[in-house]
């Protein structure tokens, strides 16, 4: 199987989104006055902010999932022409959110775990405004998510998601249950072979450099810094899964700092799912 | 005499740069080799508009002024976000150590960050002739005589490396930041300084890309030594045009500036662009927003 049919599996495209309808979405993503809530958890940086437009409460303040029948928020009543297509898309959805990565945000190398119940749902992306260093690395390769269509992302794979240098990326999120409707929409999945770009292998020689960059940063008294530089790694190169964990472990040890070992060791199994 | 509440009008008032300044502050300090943090410039006097940049000293123990600079570029990208390596400001007065300038998006704008770093042993005397407000104020371990001498070598050497293509298109792109805030100001006078500089910058990086081994200084010789070639014809093509232009730019001359010079990168220093691509389309994304 290449590159990008295993990717296909992972991400693709599906309809596109009437580029006029999609400009006025972006507008009341970009002007809502919307009570965005900070998302903090082990797997990212910090930096992510999600809004609700349909859940279970019809608050646009609660951000917690969890399976229902969603209703509009008050902020998706504010926002006319986002309604619009959630009515003509006509799914059954369980979330509906607006969500904000910072310029510098990150979503650590992670596999989701399936925390709901076994029902089938699929998550839709819909990118609202974004920019070529926001993107998504899975299997070694980066996808950056284009404005004018609807993506589905189903990723089993360790991936990471990531906005360098920004400005903002927005994107419209709709997680929703498998009916006819959703496999009418998804009845042609793709993905364009010019949007996924393959990462550099990294040599012996650039992860030598690298981890002696985050040592010097370390022996200065940027232990924090160090780590990041370490996780960042995993969106400008092809490594093996959990190699970002490692380095920072072999950093650690090189440091002589045995609970930050035992910390980055515990943190690998958990994020990747490991089960040894 | 009543008693007036201006607490909420002086935080609503503060500076847009303080939440920025403060978070660098913070990042800056972590490490225990930072002896000061000084803020000079209008941020300092209390003269900031909403484009100043923000312009820190940081003292640091005199022998770890090495690692400390050799460090910067990824700190500032890791931990602040800076969109570009930083530029090796020669703008800066030499009070005994090496300046940076780093451009960090904040609140959907770049803003242009000034690092001068000081080995400790020269802060006295920094501080003697600069204003500046203190954020930090360690004291130095013992500085041992040969720590003054390694980061005075080191300081020279690092002033005296001639710049690479990657750095001299930097010192484009920072200079265009800084003339488009001249431009907003209607600082003429300053605007000239830096367009010159700009066109400078254009001459050094044509040179250092096609003649690097050049005999001839600065301005002298630059058809006899360039124009012999299609590219090095069209490099000087492209220097003709930056200095045909008016003295004092508009903000359109500068974008055609940028924009020009990415085109003479592309075509004689193509590898000066490597790993830059994103950073330049973000580059071009906020200084549409200036």
Redesign the interface.
């Known amino acids: 199987m290449d590159t990008l049919t295993a990717l296909a599996g992972q991400i693709a495209q599906l309809d596109t989104v009437d580029p006029a309808q999609l400009e006025r979405m972006r507008h009341e993503a970009l002007t809502a006055q919307a009570p965005w809530k900070a998302e903090y958890s082990a797997y990212q940086s910090g930096g992510w902010w999600t809004t609700s437009l349909m859940n279970a409460s019809g608050d646009a303040a609660d951000v917690t999932i969890g399976d229902c029948a969603a209703q509009p928020t008050d902020l998706l009543t504010r926002m006319p022409a986002t309604a619009a297509l959630l009515t003509e898309l006509g799914l059954n959805y369980m979330w509906v959110r607006l969500a904000r990565l910072e310029p510098n945000a990150f979503l650590w190398e992670h596999r989701d775990y399936d925390e709901l119940d076994q029902v089938e749902r699929h998550r839709l992306h819909i990118p609202l405004h974004t920019n070529t260093s926001a993107f998504l690395v899975t299997g070694g390769a980066k996808v950056h998510m284009t404005g004018g269509r609807i993506w589905r992302l189903t990723p089993t794979y360790a991936h990471g998601v990531c906005n360098l240098l920004g400005p903002d990326r927005i994107h419209l999120i709709a997680d929703v249950y498998a009916d006819d409707t959703y496999r009418r929409l998804a009845r042609r999945p793709m993905l364009h072979p010019g949007s996924a770009e393959p990462l550099p292998v990294a040599g012996p020689a650039v992860i030598a450099e690298r981890l002696q960059a985050a040592r010097a940063m370390a022996d200065l008294g940027y232990a924090d810094a160090a780590e990041r530089m370490l996780l960042r790694l995993f969106y400008t190169y092809a490594l093996p899964e959990g190699a970002v964990y490692d380095l920072i472990a072999e950093l650690h040890t090189s440091l002589g700092n045995e609970e930050a070992v035992t910390r980055w060791t515990t943190a690998k199994r958990r994020l990747l799912a490991l089960t040894a | 005499m009543p008693t007036l509440h201006l607490a909420e009008l002086t935080f609503a008032n503060r500076p847009a740069q303080l939440p920025l300044l403060s978070r660098l502050a913070d990042?800056l300090a972590?490490?225990?080799?930072v002896t000061h943090l000084l803020v000079r410039g209008s941020l300092a006097h209390g003269t900031a508009d909403r484009l100043s940049d923000v312009d820190f000293v940081v003292g640091v123990q005199d022998a770890?002024l090495p690692?400390?600079v050799?460090?910067l570029d990824?700190?500032m990208s890791?931990?602040?976000?800076a969109?570009l390596p930083g530029w090796r400001d020669t703008i800066v007065a030499d009070l005994g150590g090496v300046g940076m300038v780093f451009l960090v998006?904040d609140e959907?704008h770049l803003h242009q960050i000034d690092l001068y770093v000081a080995p400790a042993s020269r802060v006295p005397r920094l501080r003697a002739t600069v204003a500046t407000a203190v954020l930090l104020d360690r004291e130095p371990a013992l500085a041992p005589a040969e720590g003054t001498a390694v980061a005075e070598r080191f300081a020279a050497e690092f002033l005296a490396r001639p710049r690479t293509c990657a750095e001299l298109l930097i010192e484009h792109l920072v200079l265009a930041v800084l003339l488009h805030k001249r431009i907003k100001r209607g600082q003429r006078f300053v605007a000239y300084s830096e367009w010159h500089r700009l066109h400078t910058a254009t001459k050094d990086l044509i040179k250092t890309a096609l003649v690097p081994a050049s005999r001839f200084w600065g301005w002298y010789q630059l058809r006899e030594e360039i124009a012999l070639t299609p590219i090095g014809r069209a490099c000087l093509g492209d220097l003709e045009a930056a200095i045909g232009g008016p003295a004092v730019p508009s903000a359109a001359d500068v974008d055609a500036a940028v924009e020009r010079t990415l085109s003479l990168v592309e075509r004689a220093c193509p590898e000066a662009m490597s790993g830059l691509?994103?950073?330049i389309?973000?580059y071009r994304?906020?200084l549409e927003?200036m």
């Open positions: 990042i972590a490490s225990p080799a770890d690692a400390f050799g460090s990824d700190l890791v931990e602040a976000g969109l998006p959907g691509e994103d950073a389309t973000a994304t906020y927003q």
